[in-house]
Structure formats: C-alpha cells, structure tokens
C-alpha cells in the first residue's frame, strides 16, 4: 500500500511539472485554452453580407421547403471543390461561402444547392402520385423549393465581385 501512495505521489508530481511547463511555453501564459474554442477561432472570420439572410431561408424546412443535413451541404461543398468539416449547418455554410469573391463561384455553388433541391422535388412528385390525397402538402413544398432557387438567382444578380486589389477606401 505505501509503494502504490509513493507511486502515485511520483506520477503528480510528473504531472504537475508537465502541466507547469507546458503553461510557461504558452504564449500567454495560461492553461485554461479550450481545443474547442481553438477550432472555433476561424469560424469568427468575416463571411459575406448575404449569408445570415441565406441561412435563415435556406436551413429552416418551414422557408426553403427541404431539409438541407450535414451531408447535403458537405457534397455541394464537395461539388464546388471545396472541403468543409462536418460542423453545426449554420457553421457550414458560413464556411461554405466565407471566401466568396466571384459570382462564378457563387453560381457553381448554387447550381449544387439546386441539384439536391431538385433531388428532393422529385421524390415529393413521386410521392404526391403516389398519395393523392398528400398532393396539396408536396406542393405547397415544391413552391417552397421555386421561390429558394428564385432567391439563389436573385443574389447570383445582385452580387458584386471584389477583387483583392480593390481598395475599399476608393470605392
């Protein structure tokens, strides 16, 4: 019973170094840093003004008409040759869309965000032949869906390309 106290005694006291160390090496000096907050740090970064409005629209079912999962907006991510992580959707599509600077970019995303959408019009046509009397709910759906891809053009047309070199002073 003493060998295990005086072992344990050791394996704190290696700890407690360790935990020392490792706060004097930190640039600021504290141990409290969260890994989470740190992984959080780059979803702070600015993202365009259209977002939060597309967010909104776009991932709430009762607005857009579809439900959009994780996955869906990973493989539009994927379609547009970007990598996103698997995070919370509004993160996703802040992420998605932070470094949006030409409206090529944001057509080819949308187009994507189209293909799922259209993906999902079709099963609720199959359904409402399949259920006539479900016809009435499907379609108000698929309205839904007509009016998001209305709204994806209308931002395609109102979006103005920034150029790196622009000076934001001149404009």
């Given at each position: 019973?003493?060998?295990?106290?005086?072992e344990l005694d050791e394996l704190r006291a290696e700890f407690d170094k360790f935990v020392h160390e490792k706060?004097?090496?930190?640039?600021?000096?504290?141990?409290?840093?969260?890994?989470q907050d740190r992984g959080d740090a780059v979803d702070d970064e600015p993202y365009p003004a259209f977002v939060?409005?597309?967010?909104?629209?776009?991932?709430?079912?009762?607005?857009?008409?579809?439900?959009?999962?994780?996955?869906?907006?990973?493989?539009?991510?994927?379609?547009?040759?970007?990598?996103?992580?698997?995070?919370?959707?509004?993160?996703?599509?802040?992420?998605?869309?932070?470094?949006?600077?030409?409206?090529?970019?944001?057509?080819?995303?949308?187009?994507?965000?189209?293909?799922?959408?259209?993906?999902?019009?079709?099963?609720?046509?199959?359904?409402?032949?399949?259920?006539?009397?479900?016809?009435?709910?499907?379609?108000?759906?698929?309205?839904?869906?007509?009016?998001?891809?209305?709204?994806?053009?209308?931002?395609?047309?109102?979006?103005?390309?920034?150029?790196?070199?622009?000076?934001?002073?001149?404009?």
């Amino acid at each position: 019973m003493i060998n295990n106290n005086k072992e344990l005694d050791e394996l704190r006291a290696e700890f407690d170094k360790f935990v020392h160390e490792k706060c004097m090496t930190d640039e600021s000096g504290s141990c409290d840093k969260d890994d989470q907050d740190r992984g959080d740090a780059v979803d702070d970064e600015p993202y365009p003004a259209f977002v939060d409005e597309l967010q909104k629209k776009l991932l709430a079912p009762a607005l857009s008409g579809v439900y959009l999962s994780r996955i869906d907006i990973k493989r539009v991510a994927e379609g547009v040759d970007e990598s996103l992580p698997i995070k919370e959707r509004d993160k996703m599509i802040k992420a998605l869309f932070r470094h949006t600077t030409k409206r090529d970019y944001l057509r080819r995303t949308f187009d994507e965000f189209n293909k799922h959408m259209n993906g999902r019009i079709l099963i609720y046509t199959e359904l409402s032949d399949a259920f006539p009397l479900s016809k009435e709910i499907f379609a108000s759906h698929i309205a839904k869906v007509k009016k998001t891809q209305k709204m994806f053009d209308q931002i395609v047309a109102d979006y103005e390309e920034m150029e790196p070199t622009f000076d934001p002073m001149m404009i």
